[in-house]
């Protein structure tokens, strides 16, 4: 069984306001990358103070394990919601980079400016290039969320 890291409310209450402190609040909108980071993007939102958060439904993981070739996105913003906008892309974690990958390569057609943040950013495990614009803290194990059914 791999390393797993479980984490509290009062964890997450914590690497939110890190991650509220590095993004800063120059965003006119966040986007949330489902599931995982709905509830890290709503905290955060209120952070920066924030009222508009839009969502991107995003598959990757397979329930039995391993992943889809790559990210399968259901519903995504209309281009008018994002273009011109700073937006603020979240998700809980940052394991293969792929899934944010792709959110921020469509936000970007849409004519919208992406940032990423993530609380956890997993540099050992990407498979993309480049990195999160901002993460709270680097892991190499499984994180397990209190907001996660389960968990």
């Known amino acids: 069984m791999p390393d797993m890291l479980v984490l509290t409310w009062d964890d997450l209450d914590n690497l939110v306001s890190r991650l509220a402190e590095r993004t800063g609040r120059d965003y006119d909108v966040v986007l949330a990358i489902t599931r995982g980071g709905l509830v890290p993007a709503g905290m955060l939102a209120y952070r920066l103070d924030l009222r508009e ?13 391993g992943t889809h070739e790559a990210p399968v996105i259901g519903h995504f913003p209309e281009s008018a919601l994002l273009d011109g906008h700073r ?5 809980e974690v940052w394991e293969t980079g792929e899934t944010m990958t792709e959110v921020m ?9 992406p940032s990423s943040a993530v609380l956890h950013y ?5 498979r993309v290039s480049g ?8 892991v190499e194990s499984w994180v397990t969320y ?6």
């Open 53 to 65: 958060i839009l969502v991107a439904g995003a598959v990757f993981y397979l329930p039995e394990g």
């Open 105 to 113: 390569a469509r936000v970007r057609a849409a004519g919208g400016t």
């Open 87 to 91: 937006v603020l892309v979240v998700d």
């Open 122 to 126: 997993k540099p050992g495990r990407s």
């Open 131 to 138: 990195r999160p614009d901002f993460w709270a803290g680097e």
């Open 146 to 151: 209190p907001y996660k059914a389960g968990g």
